[in-house]
Structures are given as C-alpha cells and as structure tokens.
C-alpha cells in the first residue's frame, strides 16, 4: 500500500505502522450510553461494559448511539453530547481509564447532510470528518448521491457493520462506486470470530481479506452477546493477514478517524504486489 509520496505503508522500513509500539485499541463504534437506544439500560450497566472494554485492551471510546431511523427526533447532537460528559464523570469517580467521545450511528436518510449543518446528528468524535453510516441489510440502496453530497461538505462517509450489507458482496460494482467517493467500510470484531453466524464471519473475512475494509470496531450494546472481542479479532487477523494489516484496521485508522486524519487505505493483494 503507498501513500501520496509513494511509500509503503503495508510493508518495508519505512512504514508508519512500524512506529506504533503498543496494542492500545479505538473503538468508533460502541453502543455504551445507557437509556438512549438499544445498549445499556442503567449507568450500572454501562458502568460494567465501559470495565469490559478496558480488559479488551481499549482505551477510547466513541459512543455511538443510534441516530434517525427508528430513533428519528432522539438522540440529537445535545443530548448525546451531555450523555458522554455524565459517563465521563462517572468512569472518572470510579477510576475507569476510558476516554468516552461523542458521535453517532446515523441511518442513511437524505436529510443527513442538512441536519450535519443544523448540529443535529454528529459525526465520529464530533470532529466534522467521518460520518458513521447504518445502511438497512434487508433491502438495497444505492446511496451515492448521498456519499457525493457528503463529500462537497468534506465529510466522508463511514459504513457501519460492513458485513450486514449482502450486496456489497453481490455487488462489487456497486462497492467499487461507493468507496470511489471516499467511503470507507467498518466490520465488526465479532462478526470475525462468527459470534454472529457463519455467514457474517465469511462476510467480514472476504472484505477484509480483498482490502476493502479500513476500521474493525466492536459494536458493543452489552456483556453478554454483543461484547467487544477486539483482542481476539486483533489476533486473528495478525495469524491470518499479518502485523501490519491487523494494526492499520484495529489501531492506525481507527485512531485517524476520531482525529480526522486521512484514513489510510488496504490495497488488495495484487495491487499490494505491484507497489512493493
């Protein structure tokens, strides 16, 4: 993989992924705010998740709590904000070493780009760069008008649970398209391990192991079926596709999305054999 100046950043010395010297891990999707959506109930439970997280070896969380959709007219800019800054305060009084970020999982609606300028859905760390995307798995939808509108706003799109979306394995076409606007996929640490089923885990490996996916994150909701596995994904992905692939999708990118840098993209195999 090269960057603008032509170096490579998948393999040799001059990687920037050779530089990182630990496994602390962002998670830019969670579901760790109680009383909003489909995770945690109480500030006990989330009390509890935001611990399990930490033995995962996490360190930043963006909480990403369910925008339109069926959550339409909840969970706006304010109120998620206000929610991260009380988990904070609790996480901090009982000496929980977990940076808590605001954001959101917005579902595809073509309003999204105007409720951005109103302030009322969020982008990942309130950042302004990266939008995270629910597409529905049931049906398709092309949204690239959206991921065109998106990007005159300089804001790129990220597609949450990659894996969920049948098409984009159908349609590599399609795929193609989307991520030409500077869309980039987003699987889940879980689906890798098949917690969620055979058929989401060979979902998750195929993107992943054709480059087309730049962040795995956990997508926690609770302790028990949704929980985070980045460690055992970490892993798996290090014995499968190596040290620098399991660091550019578990640690580099997610890292530059809360802090809008340029997400650095995975070249497919044949395109890796070229640059190097």
């Not at 804001?155 to 991520?179: D, F, Y």
């Not at 190596?242 to 999708?249: F, I, N, P, S």
Request: proline letters at 4%; aromatic letters at 4%; one cysteine or more.
């Amino acid at each position: 993989m090269t960057d603008s100046a032509g170096k490579n950043l998948v393999h040799g010395e001059n990687s920037h992924l050779d530089l990182y010297k630990g496994d602390e891990f962002t998670d830019i999707h969670c579901h760790c705010l109680s009383g909003l959506d489909d995770g945690p109930h109480t500030m006990a439970e989330s009390i509890e998740l935001c611990r399990m997280l930490v033995s995962e070896g996490i360190t930043t969380v963006v909480a990403t709590p369910h925008q339109l959709g069926r959550f339409d007219a909840s969970n706006e800019a304010g109120q998620v904000r206000q929610a991260v800054r009380d988990l904070t305060a609790v996480l901090e009084e009982n000496h929980i070493p977990l940076e808590i970020v605001p954001g959101a999982e917005v579902r595809v609606d073509e309003r999204i780009c105007r409720l951005l300028e109103a302030d009322r859905v969020l982008t990942l760390a309130d950042s302004g760069r990266y939008v995270l995307l629910e597409i529905p798995h049931e049906i398709f939808i092309d949204v690239e008008p959206l991921l065109v509108e998106l990007s005159i706003m300089g804001v790129g799109a990220i597609m949450a649970h990659a894996e969920r979306i049948a098409t984009l394995s159908a349609q590599p076409s399609v795929l193609l398209r989307w991520l030409a606007h500077g869309t980039h996929l987003q699987i889940t640490a879980s689906s890798l391990s098949g917690h969620f089923g055979p058929y989401l885990q060979r979902a998750a490996w195929g993107l992943l192991s054709s480059g087309w996916v730049s962040l795995v994150a956990t997508d926690t909701h609770d302790l028990n079926v949704r929980r985070p596995r980045m460690k055992a994904a970490f892993e798996s992905i290090r014995a499968k596709l190596g040290d620098d692939m399991a660091h550019l999708v578990c640690i580099e990118n997610p890292s530059r999305a809360i802090t809008g840098e340029d997400i650095l993209p995975a070249l497919i195999p044949d395109q890796q054999e070229t640059t190097r």
